[in-house]
Each structure stands twice: as C-alpha cells, then as structure tokens.
Nanobody
Framework: QVQLVESGGGLVQAGGSLRLSCAAS????????MGWFRQAPGKERDFVAA??????TYAESVKGRFTTSRDNAKNTVYLQMNSLKPEDTATYYC??????????????????WGQGTQVTVSP
C-alpha cells in the first residue's frame, strides 16, 4: 500500500482559502487514483473530490470552490479550497485506490488513508 501524509490545514475566516497537500510514498504514485474526504465531529466521512491521471470529480457542495490536482513527479496531490464556509469545517483526509483510471466517491473503495488534517473556518 501507499503511505499518505496530509498537510496544510489550519484556521481561516469565512471567504478565505487554504491549500491542502497529500504526499505519497511507498508505491508508484501514478498507479493510484486519489480522493479527498472530510469528516466533521459526529458525522460520517463525506466525499469531497477525486482525481485520476486525467479526470476529476467533486461533491456538489464544493463545486466551483475547490480544485484538486496532482503532481506525479512530486508524488503529491493537492486540494485548493477557496471561498471557504463555516460548514467546510472538518478533518480532511486524502486516500488512494487502484486502478488509477476509476473515479470513485465511496470511501470504502479506498485502501490507503492519511492521518487527516484539521480545517476550521470561522464565521
């Protein structure tokens, strides 16, 4: 399995921006599709975005505000979050799965997970 480490979380005011990074190691990064999920206290883990080598998909709640990208040379996937809202407050996780060409929104289909990074958006 691939090992994942997220970074870039923090506290930001509503309307602000953050960029999360997820660094991968241990396996060939390009072989994996990557996903972003988030979980607020007392709630289920929700899909945010996913990316293959050629395509992306987003949850409706973040479309037009969040963008995911990947740098295969750096084994890193990013989540650029703009126009943040208090309801975006959660722990954000990146995840990886094979095969690389499938976009999946179900967290149960991902086999490797990072430790999570906290994002807090104040009103």
């Amino acid at each position: 399995q691939v090992q994942l480490v997220e970074s870039g979380g923090g506290l930001v005011q509503a309307g602000g921006s953050l960029r999360l990074s997820c660094a991968a190691s241990g396996r060939t990064f390009i072989n994996y599709a990557m996903g972003w999920f988030r979980q607020a206290p007392g709630k289920e883990r929700d899909f945010v975005a996913a990316i293959t080598t050629t395509r992306t998909t987003y949850a409706e709640s973040v479309k037009g505000r969040f963008t995911t990208s990947r740098d295969n040379a750096k084994n890193t996937v990013y989540l650029q979050m703009n126009s943040l809202k208090p309801e975006d407050t959660a722990t954000y996780y990146c995840a990886a799965r094979n095969p690389t060409w499938e976009l999946r929104t179900n967290p149960n289909l991902y086999t490797s997970w990072g430790q999570g990074t906290q994002v807090t958006v104040s009103p």
